[in-house]
């Protein structure tokens, strides 16, 4: 399996979300099938949201911070927090919508949660399941809501700025789509028009790191979702500029443990 960096990103696009008039529904399924390189513009939704995909990776951005999210992963999004996705491989997306009343029975933080088997197929099912109003789907509903209650929560987070100042939010945007430490901090620099020393700036006052420290959080994040794919770490390491013992050197300084002793959890395919 290939990694997924330098992929830029080649469209736009708005979200279509199901129809959420009518709260008498406790779900609504949503399933899509969505492009390499597709960003979905933000938006926000007066319901809960379980942003998860059966094959494929995504970032999804919210104004505080970015989640990378492999197949055995998922986003729970609170009514009224703005998101984007950006699509990092074909997706087949498989999302449920939580009438507000249900939604306040989770967090109102974004989390990553990881899918196990069995809440994968709870999630598969209530998006195929047709008649809603049949007993079966009550009781996938309620088994579902105490499955993402008790779901493991990961930290695949990365801080992001607000839109205050373009520069910096384009060269966030453009460290996501490749995270080699090949693109020097200049070049980045130079293709949003700032001085380095403005960006240094920015990325201090407004992160509250300079600018390697959150590089590296990227390439972690990006890492330990490519280690979750199955991705060699030989290659992961190349595919941002390091040679892989100097890689494994920087995923154990930051995170305590070699790559390959990465806790995966239980797998969902």
């Known amino acids: 399996m290939a990694a997924f960096n330098s992929r830029p990103v080649t469209s736009m696009a708005l979200a279509a979300p199901p129809d959420l008039s009518d709260t008498a529904v406790p779900v609504q399924p949503l399933s899509r099938t969505y492009p390499r390189g597709l960003y979905i513009e933000p938006h926000e939704h007066d319901w809960g949201q379980v942003l998860y995909a059966m094959s494929g990776v995504m970032w999804v951005e919210t104004p ?42 989770l967090e109102g933080t974004v989390q990553v949660f990881e899918v196990a088997r ?40 990365v801080p992001m700025p607000d839109d205050s100042d373009r ?63 199955g991705v060699p770490v030989s290659t992961i390491a190349r595919s941002m500029g390091y040679s892989p013992s100097s890689f494994s050197d920087m995923f154990r300084r930051e995170l305590g443990m070699a790559p390959s002793h990465y806790p995966l959890g239980e797998q969902a395919g």
């Open 167 to 229: 520069r910096l939010m384009n060269v966030c945007q453009a460290v996501m789509i490749e995270p080699s430490i090949d693109v020097p901090f200049e070049q980045h620099a130079e293709n949003a028009g700032a001085s380095v020393r403005t960006l240094s700036r920015l990325f201090q006052g407004v992160l509250g790191m300079g600018f390697a420290e959150w590089r590296r959080q990227v390439q972690l994040a990006t890492a330990v979702a490519e280690i979750i794919q």
């Open 64 to 105: 505080n911070e970015a989640l990378v999210v492999p197949p055995q992963r998922a986003v729970w999004l609170p009514p009224g927090v703005p998101h984007g996705i950006r699509v990092v491989s074909d997706l087949e997306m498989r999302n449920i919508y939580l009438r507000p009343a249900l939604a306040e029975t």
């Open 118 to 157: 069995l809440l994968r197929e709870l999630i598969v099912n209530l998006v195929a399941e047709q008649d809603k109003d049949s007993d079966y789907y009550g009781a996938l509903v309620s088994l579902a809501l105490l499955e993402l209650k008790k779901a493991k929560r990961s930290l695949l987070k």
